[in-house]
């Protein structure tokens, strides 16, 4: 799941008003910012399979410490630890651990059986929606959709920034999505992991977007 994350931190503005959207982006994207990193140094491993499901060509075969059900549950227990000690907002903490919790849940609709429990447990877990090319592009882009609209309810523009920045933010990740979904496989793993860090361009464009639009009652 690609967009389904960044909806989860879009609609999580109403619950946690005064944290950042750029916050809520590395809360509901932070394993899949670890990933690539784990990737990159060799503790975490994917192939390239055209063909292993409908959607992406990725064999996620090898990513205990990312994104095991237990490793997941300590990142985000972690993630909220570390933000209550930081800003002393145990509302905000709670919303921002659950933003990383929610991430597994998420890929466990979509992918199929490769999600761990635990880090080096056999039990492997996933739905497997990205059998179904239709069945994800509906899915996910009505999870953007919703997203989209609750952090537009909860927040308004103070200026053309906060506009004009948010659709073209909302329109950079949906066209990616989409590229995804329909683009060549990638030509190697590192290209994956390179391109995974890439995703901080997101967090960094996010934090501005919400400093130029304030919460509405």
């Known amino acids: 799941m690609f967009i389904g994350h960044y909806a989860v931190a879009l609609a999580a503005k109403k619950a946690a008003?005064?944290?950042?959207l750029g916050t809520l982006f590395i809360a509901?994207?932070?394993?899949?910012?670890?990933?690539?990193?784990?990737?990159?140094?060799?503790?975490?491993h994917v192939r390239i399979d055209p063909g292993a499901t409908a959607v992406t060509p990725l064999d996620f075969y090898d990513y205990p410490?990312?994104?095991?059900?237990?490793?997941?549950?300590?990142?985000?227990?972690?993630?909220?630890v570390v933000y209550f000690g930081l800003r002393r907002d145990g509302r905000a903490s709670i919303v921002l651990a659950l933003c990383v919790a929610?991430?597994?849940?998420?890929?466990?609709?979509?992918?199929?059986?490769?999600?761990?429990?635990?880090?080096?447990?056999?039990a492997r877990w996933g739905l497997g929606l990205w059998n179904s090319l239709a069945g994800t592009l509906l899915v996910e882009t009505a999870l953007f959709a919703a997203g989209v609209f609750v952090y537009l309810r909860t927040t308004?523009?103070?200026?053309?920034?906060?506009?004009?920045?948010?659709?073209?933010?909302?329109?950079?990740?949906?066209?990616?999505?989409?590229?995804?979904?329909?683009?060549?496989?990638?030509?190697?793993?590192?290209?994956?992991?390179?391109?995974?860090?890439?995703?901080?361009?997101?967090?960094?464009w996010a934090y501005w977007v919400d400093r130029n639009r304030v919460t509405q009652a």
């Not at 008003?17 to 950042?20: G, I, V, Y």
């Not at 410490?65 to 909220?80: E, I, K, N």
């Open 156 to 204: 308004r523009a103070k200026n053309r920034v906060g506009s004009i920045g948010f659709w073209a933010l909302a329109g950079i990740l949906f066209a990616i999505y989409l590229t995804n979904l329909f683009g060549p496989p990638p030509p190697d793993v590192s290209t994956i992991a390179y391109a995974g860090n890439l995703s901080w361009l997101f967090v960094i």
């Open 17 to 20: 008003p005064r944290t950042s």
């Open 102 to 122: 929610s991430h597994w849940f998420l890929d466990l609709l979509t992918h199929r059986p490769d999600l761990p429990l635990s880090p080096g447990g056999e």
């Open 65 to 80: 410490f990312s994104h095991s059900f237990l490793g997941v549950v300590f990142w985000a227990v972690l993630f909220g």
């Open 28 to 44: 509901a994207q932070f394993i899949d910012l670890l990933w690539p990193l784990f990737v990159l140094v060799g503790i975490e």
